[in-house]
Structure formats: C-alpha cells, structure tokens
C-alpha cells in the first residue's frame, strides 16, 4: 500500500498489519509492528525500482554491475526511510499509535554479508549510486550466515552464528521463476562440427544447482532512482541424477550459501570458498545475458551496454565465465569474444600483501570447474604469447603468467581480463605500478589508475550524527546535505567560539548516546568526560592493535610506578573481530581485554585509563563509535593498509586522525595539513628500507619502556595463565616484529602526548575537529562513483524528473 503522508501512513500500518498478520497494533508483537513497517515500505521503493527499469529500458541505457562477494550493509530501515523522506511521516505516525519508532529500528539486525572495509565499501557504493541517479546493481550471495557474531567470554573470543535471517528478511523478494542453472565438476566433452569445422565444449555429468535471486531494493536519497542488490541463494535442481543421493547432494548445495567465508588466508573451506566464486559470478553473468538479449538481437554490442565492476579477484572467474558463454553458448569465435570481453569488466585491487594475494590450486578448479579451467588455460596460454613476443623475455612470461607453478593466480587473471585496474588510494596505487603489479604496468600502463575509496555521508554523518548534522545546518545552511561539497564553507567559521562550544557540546551528546549504547547492551560503564580514543576495524598484525594496547600498558606501569604521573582521563576503545583461525590475532583480542580487567580492578590506574573492548564490532556499532570519539587510530605500518574507510568515518565527524602515513591517511593529512591531524612513525619506504637491517630485539634492550611493556607480557601482570601471551612475545622478539611495531613504539608514545597538549586547549581542539569536517568531502563516496564514472563505467545519469 503506498504512502506519503501520515494519515496514509497511519491507514496503510493498520491495514497492512491486520491483513499480514490477523492482528491490530494492541495485539502486533514489536517484531510483526516492524516487518509491517518494513513491507510497507519495500513496497513504496519496489515500485520507484519499477520506473527505474522501464526508464533505463526505454533508453537502452548502459549498467554498471557491481560484483562483490561481500556486503556489509548493516541496517536499512532508517537509511531507507531518510533517502525516501518518509522518515518524519512514519515517526510522527507511530508516535500517533504510542509507538517508539527507535524502538522498530532496533529490532532490525545487521545484514553482515562481509568481513570489513570490502564489503562496507561496496554497500557505500550503491547508496551514491542510487543518489546520484546511476544505473549501478550489486550482485552477490545470499548468505544464510552473515559474518559470525563475537562473544567474550574469559576475555577471549567466541564465535557463535550471526542468524540476521532469524525474522526474515524485510526487504528482499524472491525471483524463482528468474533463476540460472550452475553447473560444478564433470568432464569437458569435445566434438567436431564438421558443418562450421569448429570443435563443440560441453560440459557433461556436472552437478547441477539452482542459483535463486532475491532482490533487495537500493533506495538513493531524494530521487526515485532505485537500484537492485541481486543476492543469490542455491537450491537443488530438477536435473538431478536418479542413481544419486539426493541428501548428499543437498547437504553440498546448502553449503554454498551457508555463512560468509570468514577469513581470507587460511587453508580450510577453500574449496567451498571457490564454489562460492563461481556460483554468484556464474548466476550473475547469466541473468545480465539474458536481460541482454531480451533487448538485442546478439550479444556483439555486450560491452557497450554492460560493465562489470570486481570488488577484488574473489569475482575474478567472470573473465573465463563470460568467455564461456560466448563460446559455447553463443557459437562465438575466440577472438571476437576477446575482443568484447575484454571489455566488460574493470578491476579493484584491495591489498599489496602477498600471502593476501588469492591464488588456487589448478587441481581444485580443474576438478569443480572443468570447462571454466580450459578457458582460463587458454587464456594464460594466450597471455604467454603475447609478452613473450612483446619482450622475448622468459623470467617476464613466469612472473605475469596467469598459470603459474601448478597455481592459478586471480589478480594476473583479473589484470589480463579487465580493461581497467585501480587500488583505493593514491599511495596503494602508486605501490600497485612500482612494487606488486610494476610488470604488468609496463605491458599495459593505460590499463592502471587510482579511485580513492570513499564513504556515504549519509549513513555515516546525516543520518547517525543528527545533532551534528543540525549544527552544521544552522552553520553553512542545508546545501551541503545534498551536495556534500558544500561542507567546505564551515572552514570559514571554525575559528567561531560559539560554534567551537556548540560543537564540543554536540561530541558530549553523541558520547553519552554510546555510553547508553554500552551500558543497555554490554552493561559497560564508560565516563563521558575522558577522552573517547578509538581503534575499531577488524584484527590483523598489520593494523597493530598491539601497538596501541603495548601503549597502555606503559601508561599504565607509568601511574604505577610514578605517584605524580599525571594524563587527561583516557577511554581506549577497541572493536575487533579476529579470523576464527588466526591465533595470534586472537591472542591479541585476549591481551586487550585482560589489560581492560586489570585496569578495572586498579584503583590508581582507573582513574587516568579505562580500556573497553566492544564485542561483536559491526555496522550498527560504528555507527555509534565513531561519531562519539575525539581520537581516530589508524596505526597500520606504513604501505601496507591499501586505503581504511573507518578513517574517513572518524574525520567526518570530527575526530582527529593519530596515524602513520598510510592508505587514505596521507590524503587525509594531505587535505586537513599536517598540522591539523597527528602523523607519526616510518613511512613506507622507510620501512622497505630498513626490512633488511631490522632488529626488534635492539629496540627492546635499549628502551626501557619497550622492555617493561613487552616483559609484561610474560611475568602474569595480565594473565594467570602460564604462557598465555608468549606468541605475542615470540612475535615481537624471536620473528623479529614483521610488522615494526617497536620501531613505532617511541614516536606512538610521542604522538600521544602531542594529542593530550592539543586536547587540553578546549577552543583549539574545536576548531580542529571543526577544521577536519570542513575537508571531508574528498571522502565522500558520491566524489568516488563520479570518479569510477567519469573513468571507467562511462554510465549517464537518470534524469529523475522522468521517472514515473
Ligand atoms: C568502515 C568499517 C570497516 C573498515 O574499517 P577500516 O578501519 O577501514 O579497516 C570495517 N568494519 C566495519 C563494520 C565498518 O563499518
């Protein structure tokens, strides 16, 4: 039932709720009075998804697809009513029935289909793309599991199952009669055309799965514009071989979509992960060709009318999927299917870690994906040819070749199929051409360039952030909530007193609004006078939550040892989940809520520090955390964090960035100066240069603070447990600290009281924050899509005013 105003609001609620549920608001459970709520308005962007389509058909409009096998969304109840601009209708309705709208909003869970930045970034990405009226669709997986849900319990880490499906989910609809056929091992069967002369592939005694859509609606803000997130869900097939066992081959298709593959570096669950490539990129290419053709008469002018987007080289498979569909489908020569292919998809590069890098086993795909494996072989040898004539240099051919050392290597594979190669920030790209991909960028250098990664103001300040939001408005007037540009103007008035007060007492509310956060939902206490100094992202040695807990511990052996050491009050905050089988970085998350306890139970200590460790880091709590916090760290060693997102959350809502010159932090300190954020440390190619020559054990025996803190370490300060942090220690001092966290360690501590000497001077701390806020708007996603458009997707913009 449609509506735009409260009365309508009010009749379609009533109506809606009686006729799904039997039941009248008295009678409505909270969860029935939301999925109402939710229904009504999945239907209100289900049919601007309707205008949209007809729109683009009409125009034969080229789409963008953006394929990624991660989404981190979070929730969309209050995102999708504030970009329809229902949200005060629908509150001043419920408010009319005695119903608390926050109350509805908090019975929606995360959708975590994702790990961390990748999958946040691509959910940033559709909500510019919809506002900005572009014809942009994710494509994924809808997993039944999103990311697990972490507990502490002891002080460690518990995985348990994120069941966000538990109630449904609201907003999507599912498309069986739209579903594609995937097809896993077999053999290859190869015949003779003796008609065309061509020999016929055919991929025979495969196992045969469903892929099922459900779409979700992708509302942009202020426009009718709407988007679709396809999610696919793999169920059994009619094609089932009778001489099987139905069960098993249950039992397997349902492990396809079971969960997010939590960890991008263990061994277990690669097979299942591959299967998981295939089967969404496979669904995904399918139903665009088929969309295709039922608009051109062939698939000869595919690139003109389609680019894909690969969130990194998990969707990589689409470059030989796509081939194959030509080929084998479409009776396409080689060549000419090159010739488009090549075309279609563009490239994102997320990290220049090695052992990060994805790479499979031939056998694994030869075994799954025995049509796809002859193509990608064909393509490497192909790929060979060609440098090989090029530069006739043989040690080039290995070191680019796609098939390599009985391995398929998925960036070489990406790089060779994509007409577009990019790293999210500008020294990530920059350490893409000279150091990880510097080969290929001399083959083939127009291919190569920067998209500085982005986040969506709306979600991360418009909509988390209203007071500050409110303020901004009163400032610089509302231009800016629309075009985020505009944010610029509040430079002018940051030296403003009164503005620097109202701001200071803004940061106070959105601190007390995650005091209340933690305290009803964790029963933590947290004092919204200290200082809110934040680490939240997810655990890995490189990002080095070490070092910052390394730094507590020195303060706190400082207050223990020095009666008159004195600190503006602290709360370090952290917000970190840990891969289930990376043990150090679970040992890690230990470390830190052992000091956390220690701290607790010390009168002296907790008057100065207060360590929290929020369990189960996600959306929702980001969206608390960061608004909330005075202190960004973003402490990674230099070259190795391709850009951070969370960064940009922090700077945009006022916080100042502490960190080392890495990923979108140079842009960052670029922007606001140096002067106006905290850098400290080596940077990238000072540590390059030093990885030779390192010794951890130096720092150790001549700092004495480094010995103390690292020797705590093992002398049971923060554990009863014999040993229980000797990996950490072993890490630091016998596999010499690959990541220099002790060669940080003396400049951290530096930057640290260089923070608390700012902090103390109350106006010019405001006007910093202020003065961070004012340059954000580089960072917004709108500024990246128009980017990745103006380079890459060349996709037009919908004129809104049509859609009808
Ligand atoms: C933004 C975000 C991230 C990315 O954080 P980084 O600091 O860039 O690593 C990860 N997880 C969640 C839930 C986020 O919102």
């Not at 009718?224 to 696919?232: D, I």
């Not at 969309?291 to 969707?315: G, M, R, W």
């Not at 020569?333 to 590069?349: C, G, Q």
Request: proline share 2%; glycine share 4%.
């Amino acid at each position: 039932m449609f509506f735009d105003t409260k009365e309508s609001f009010k009749q379609a609620f009533v109506e809606t709720l009686r006729s799904n549920y039997g039941k009248s608001i008295e009678q409505a459970t909270d969860v029935e009075k939301f999925l109402t709520l939710a229904s009504l308005v999945k239907a209100h962007a289900n049919s601007n998804v309707y205008k949209t389509n007809t729109y683009l058909e009409k125009q034969a409009a080229k789409k963008m697809y953006y394929f990624s096998l991660e989404f981190l969304l979070g929730r969309l109840l209050t995102n999708n009513l504030m970009n329809l601009g229902l949200y005060k209708v629908v509150q001043e309705g419920l408010a009319d029935f005695g119903i608390d709208l926050n109350t509805l909003e908090d019975i929606e869970s995360d959708a975590g289909l994702g790990n961390g930045g990748l999958g946040r970034l691509a959910a940033c990405f559709l909500d510019s793309l919809a506002t900005l009226h572009l014809p942009g669709n994710g494509n994924t997986i809808r997993y039944q599991y999103g990311l697990f849900k972490q507990l502490i319990t002891n002080n460690e880490q518990v995985e348990v199952p994120d069941q966000w499906l538990r109630y449904g989910n609201a907003w999507e609809t599912r498309h069986p009669d739209e579903a594609v056929k995937v097809k896993f091992y077999g053999d290859v069967r190869i015949t003779m055309n003796y008609e065309t002369g061509r020999l016929n592939f055919e991929h025979v005694n495969a196992q045969e799965v469903l892929a099922v859509p459900y779409d979700m609606p992708v509302v942009g803000a202020d426009t009718k514009c709407t988007n679709v997130l396809r999610m696919w869900s793999a169920e059994a097939s009619d094609n089932f071989p009778a001489d099987q066992d139905f069960i098993k081959y249950l039992n397997s298709i349902n492990k396809i979509c079971l969960n997010v593959y939590p960890d991008d570096s263990t061994v277990e669950g690669k097979y299942i992960r591959i299967k998981q490539e295939y089967f969404f990129i496979a669904a995904g290419l399918g139903s665009i060709v088929r969309e295709h053709l039922k608009q051109n008469p062939n698939l000869d002018n595919f690139a003109e009318k389609v680019c894909i987007q690969l969130n990194d080289t998990h969707p990589a498979m689409s470059v030989a999927e796509l081939m194959r569909i030509f080929l084998d489908e479409y009776n396409y020569e080689w060549d000419k299917a090159w010739s488009i292919v090549s075309k279609v998809f563009a490239y994102t590069n997320h990290t220049v870690m090695q052992e990060a890098l994805e790479k499979w086993p031939v056998e694994y795909i030869r075994t799954l994906l025995p049509r796809v494996y002859t193509i990608i072989e064909e393509i490497n040898r192909r790929f060979r040819e060609t440098v090989y004539n090029q530069s006739h240099d043989r040690d080039l051919v290995e070191r680019t070749a796609i098939i390599q050392d009985n391995q398929v290597k998925m960036a070489h594979l990406s790089i060779v199929g994509s007409f577009s190669v990019n790293g999210v920030a500008k020294l990530h790209s920059k350490i893409l051409v000279e150091d990880l991909f510097r080969d290929f960028f001399n083959l083939m250098p127009e291919k190569f360039n920067n998209k500085t990664n982005g986040i969506t103001q709306r979600r991360w300040l418009l909509y988390s952030n209203p007071e500050l939001t409110n303020l901004l408005e009163k400032t610089i007037g509302p231009e800016f909530k629309h075009d985020f540009t505009q944010i610029e103007k509040l430079e002018q008035y940051i030296d403003d007193k009164k503005l620097q007060e109202a701001f200071l007492k803004v940061k106070y509310q959105r601190k007390l609004a995650l005091c209340r956060f933690l305290k009803d939902n964790y029963q933590i206490e947290v004092d919204p006078n200290s200082i809110f100094d934040t680490q939240a992202k997810r655990l890995h040695a490189y990002k080095r939550q070490l070092l910052n807990i390394l730094h507590v511990i020195y303060l706190y052996q400082r207050i223990k040892q020095y009666p008159t050491f004195t600190m503006p009050k602290t709360t370090f905050l952290f917000g970190a989940k840990a891969a289930p089988a990376y043990v150090l970085a679970k040992k890690i998350i230990k470390l830190i809520n052992c000091v956390a306890e220690k701290v607790d139970n010390d009168p002296v200590a907790s008057k100065f520090i207060k360590v929290v460790f929020i369990p189960n880091y996600r959306v929702t709590v980001a969206e608390y955390l960061m608004n909330a916090s005075d202190v960004s760290e973003q402490i990674s060693t230099a070259g190795k964090e391709a850009s951070g997102t969370g960064n940009m959350k922090f700077m945009m809502n006022g916080a100042i960035t502490l960190g080392t010159l890495d990923g979108a932090n140079v842009e960052i300190s670029e922007r606001v100066g140096l002067e106006n954020c905290e850098i400290f440390g080596l940077k990238a190619n000072e540590i390059e240069n030093m990885r030779s020559t390192y010794s951890s054990v130096d720092y150790y025996k001549q700092d004495a603070r480094i010995k103390q803190a690292v020797d705590s370490l093992l002398d049971g300060t923060f554990s009863s447990v014999q040993d229980d942090f000797i990996d950490i220690y072993n890490d630091l001092i016998i596999r010499n600290d690959e990541y220099f966290v002790l060669a940080d360690f003396a400049a951290y501590v530096k930057a640290h009281e260089h923070i608390n000497a700012l902090y103390s001077d109350r106006s010019a701390w405001a006007r910093l924050c202020l003065l961070n806020i004012a340059k954000s708007a580089y960072f917004s996603s709108d500024r990246t899509i128009l980017d990745y458009v103006r380079d890459v997707w060349h996709i037009k913009a919908i004129d809104n005013s049509k859609l009808k």
